[in-house]
């Protein structure tokens, strides 16, 4: 999402119903912001989250979203992570989501870490 979008969200529980997001898929309470590289080019896809059902429980969704290629993101534009405020996924009862024993987290794309990459992409 754009950081405008961001930055309008007051608590975990409107970022998981305004972007459909199940505790499931993410509960770990930070985020990381990207800026496209001076000169460089990001193509994605912008446009509403859809809503989620499961049984009787429904997320809204609605909430502009972009989607990109992990694969075209470059090291340089990546922030460290961050932390929401919202917390680490208390907002569930599928399990103990407390942080002691969380392992160190890495930034990964697909299956290997991101390494450097260099600035001029040859086909």
């Keep these: 999402m754009r950081k405008s979008e961001f930055d309008k969200l007051k608590s975990r529980e409107e970022w998981r119903d305004k972007f459909a997001v199940w505790a499931s898929w993410n509960s770990n ?33 609605g909430g502009i979203q972009i989607v990109l ?12 992570r961050k ?10 009862i599928i399990g103990d989501f407390s942080i002691v024993g969380v392992p160190a987290l890495e930034t990964r794309l697909g299956d290997y870490t991101l390494a450097p990459r260099s600035e001029n992409k040859s086909k």
């Design 29 to 61: 309470g930070e985020y990381l912001e990207y800026t496209v590289p001076k000169g460089q080019k990001l193509y994605g896809w912008e446009g509403p989250a859809a809503s989620q059902q499961r049984g009787e429980f429904y997320l809204k969704g």
């Design 83 to 92: 932390l929401t405020g919202w917390g680490y996924g208390t907002d569930t």
């Design 69 to 80: 290629d992990p694969k075209d993101l470059i090291s340089s534009g990546l922030s460290k």
